[in-house]
């Protein structure tokens, strides 16, 4: 059995549609805490993203060892190198898209399978998005009609709802935005016939 | 207000959750009948999705002069120029998916917004699908699973359900293989005000 070691509303509707069997079991972890001490040994955010991914899966594997146990994270850099974590509150939500708007960011997109305690597949990878410039009212209404729930999505958008209308381009995979890349964990679940071939 | 000339499901839900407002007003065309008469004069299929988007539009502005009119359709081509269209049954949709299944296919996604009966706007763009050697028993349980809704499918998939466990490598918009490639046309949509900016 796959157990997600994810909340994220996104991720759970990707794998059920794709009619991949699961459990779902979040990872209780401290993310800004062990955020702050990967980054503070000097990790990259893609590097950042798998390390996190990597300790959802294997704290959730303790529980399930017999289960292959699939932990996810995503991170968000500008081009100059600035991390943006998911915000607190609708105010640093704000904010953060100001800083967003009209330039281009790379979001990481990171999942590890863990068995019986042990990492057993690692993904990385990264799409270039670039958000048109966006106007005061506009993001005054798009806070309005997203709510609170953007404060679970990194970057504060959801690519498959309201999100779309902040970007002028977007170069990557659809799935790795919304936080799951399912064709290359599609790939790995049919060689562990979690999946069929 | 922008009326969405097409009863396909996929896009009435990519429109509604980009939080566009629109009408849906399917247009009364005979596809196969006009896809026929297109591919006699020699188009190719980027050009008769284009030309059938551009025939719904018409249709339907006909009836709602006043509005934005979007027409879209989808055509499939194999790199040896075949085309596949939407599958009659499903033995026809069993033999497409044993035709596609290991090779790389092109489908073209194209929309036309018409107002007071002229073409206003027109967009066509291709994304190559990948499909991995699909097994007999995957096809059988695929198609069991997904059932009479892929008939409506060009290719027999839909990206945002199973059908995503069809491909091995997909290059090109998540929006476009849905059936509506929705960063141009919100980009379009904001010029008409239809979206705010």
Known sequence: MLVLASGSVGRRALLANAGVPHDVMPAPIDEDAAKA???????????????LAELKALDVSARRPEDLVLGCDQTLALSDGTLIDKAPDRAVLESQLRLLSGKTHTLFSAMVVAHQGVPV???????????????????????????????????????EGRGVQL??????????????PLLPLLAFLRTQGVVAT
């Not at 001490?37 to 390390?51: D, Q, T």
């Not at 977007?170 to 936080?179: C, L, P, R, T, Y």
Request: hydrophobic share 45%; glycine share 14%; proline share 1%.
């Open 37 to 51: 001490s990967l980054r503070a040994r000097g990790l990259g955010p893609g590097n950042v993203a798998k390390a």
């Open 167 to 180: 970007f002028s381009d977007i170069a990557g995979s659809h799935f790795a935005i919304v936080g799951l």
């Open 121 to 159: 597949w690692r993904h990385v990878e990264g799409v270039n998005l670039t958000m048109r410039v966006l106007s005061d009212a506009f993001i005054a209404d798009y806070l309005e009609a997203e709510g609170d729930v953007l404060l679970g999505c990194v970057g504060g958008y959801r690519i």
